[in-house]
């Protein structure tokens, strides 16, 4: 149920949006920027103005168990940290895709949220990328963040060296993919496991790879498993998350890993579906088990057979661009976050995560703590050739250690993986 804020907010700005005129065009260009490890939420020393109010965009719903409602938490804490009201300083707009919202205009969005009084505005997808590109062009002395991108990256491929008010955040997924392949891997009997993807691009196959290194890594050294035993598979849906009639049913694709064999469903999607279904079918008496993804709380909908949930903390990261908007420090920064590796779940430090399910037997639990402390020492290195690309091309050389660049632009699925990582039925 959405609250009678967000539902007054989303009427307001669907009304302004709607009418609301696109303009300017986006622009690309090529050419890594810094990584931080934890962030510093404490107060700040900087007196916060009573009417300072943030916008934020969502590409889903905010209730969604998921990656939005991550978002609208994460920007609720940034808020209440600064003394503010959630209620009063956060101005949200819900389903912002052209699909939900045919005619949506990003930029007229913001624009609409600027003359609601926002002082920032957020974009939280990586769909959002053209439409946040125009929006930064037509407001340059409006602070924005995206979350995801690289636009703001000196050495990406996109940097936009013209969009000095567009800072990028992202959290290093990287490693809660990895802890969930581990405990997926810990758990399997069958020894097929599957994961259930939204859209084809470089940040969901980098999850997906991520996922699999960890699989593989804890199915041979921690099962004495052999690397050919284990199978992993991934389905793309076509989005982040179900659009009838455009997607694939995510429901009727974990019917397919569970009628396949596979008793333990990643999801890489927004929404808790896999899960969901998994948890009906182990009640019908099936043996089967999910790891969902995005929000600390996705296993409340299934714990008996949650294996453990690998999510986003953005208040942490939000809390720090505000404190500089506030400040007068903002600026067009790439920061790909790392897990605060003293405590991954601390709510104040720790923008990426893994809550500990009630699937994960004792022993195994034990396992996977071993695991993230060898992520967290660095005597764990899984981007290390030699591995190869989905097609047989080599990515990592014997030895070879991959670089934030080379994880980043995933340009395929590793070999191992089955299922087409490039396809996207979106569109």
């Not at 890594?32 to 510093?40: M, P």
């Not at 926002?118 to 959002?128: G, K, P, R, T, V």
């Not at 995801?148 to 955040?169: H, I, M, P």
């Not at 405590?343 to 500990?356: H, L, M, R």
Request: net charge negative; proline share 4%.
């Amino acid at each position: 149920m959405l609250s009678k804020r967000l539902l007054q907010m989303l009427a307001a700005l669907l009304a302004f949006a709607l009418v609301a005129a696109a303009c300017g065009d986006s622009s690309s260009d090529t050419t890594a920027g810094t990584t931080a490890t934890t962030v510093d939420s404490g107060g700040g020393g900087t007196d916060v103005p009573e009417d300072f109010k943030v916008g934020l965009i969502l590409v889903g719903p905010g209730n969604d168990r998921g990656y939005s409602q991550a978002h609208l938490e994460g920007a609720e804490y940034a808020v209440e940290q600064l003394g503010l009201s959630a209620d009063d300083d956060l101005i949200v707009l819900e389903f912002a895709n052209t699909t939900d919202t045919p005619g949506l205009s990003l930029p007229g969005t913001a624009r609409d949220m600027v003359d609601l009084g926002a002082d920032m505005i957020i974009f939280n997808s990586d769909d959002m990328r053209d439409g946040a590109f125009e929006a930064a062009e037509q407001l340059p002395e409006v602070p924005m963040v995206w979350a995801s991108g690289d636009s703001a990256w000196v050495d990406g491929k996109d940097y936009q060296a013209n969009l000095t008010n567009l800072s990028n955040v992202w959290g290093q997924m990287i490693f809660g993919k990895m802890i969930a392949g581990c405990a997926a891997a810990l758990e399997t009997e069958t020894g097929d496991l599957a994961y259930l993807g939204p859209l084809t691009n470089d940040e969901t196959r980098r999850l997906v790879n991520s996922a699999y290194l960890g699989a593989q890594y804890c199915w041979e050294n921690f099962r004495d498993g052999n690397p050919a035993d284990l199978g992993f598979e991934v389905t793309y849906i076509g989005f982040w998350f179900e659009i009838p009639g455009v997607t694939l049913d995510p429901v009727l694709v974990t019917n397919a890993f569970i009628d396949g064999g596979a008793d333990v469903t990643l999801s890489g999607i927004d929404a808790n579906v896999a899960l969901i279904r998994s948890g009906q079918r182990a009640d019908a008496g099936e043996n089967v088990k999910a790891v969902p993804y995005d929000f600390i709380g996705a296993c409340d909908e299934a714990p008996d057979i949650c294996l453990g949930v690998p999510y986003f903390n953005w208040g942490p990261a939000y809390l720090e661009a505000a404190q500089a908007v506030i400040d007068g420090s903002f600026s067009n920064t790439w920061t790909w976050f790392e897990p605060d590796w003293s405590d991954i779940n601390d709510p104040d430090t720790s923008v990426v995560g893994f809550f500990q399910g009630n699937g994960l037997s004792a022993d195994n639990a034990a396992s996977l703590d071993t695991f993230i402390a060898g992520l967290a020492d660095g005597s764990i290195e899984l981007y290390t050739g030699p591995l190869n690309w989905q097609d047989g091309s080599e990515f990592l050389a014997a030895g070879e250690v991959a670089t934030d660049f080379q994880i980043w632009y995933s340009e395929q699925c590793l070999e191992g993986v089955a299922g087409a990582c490039s396809v996207n039925v979106f569109g």
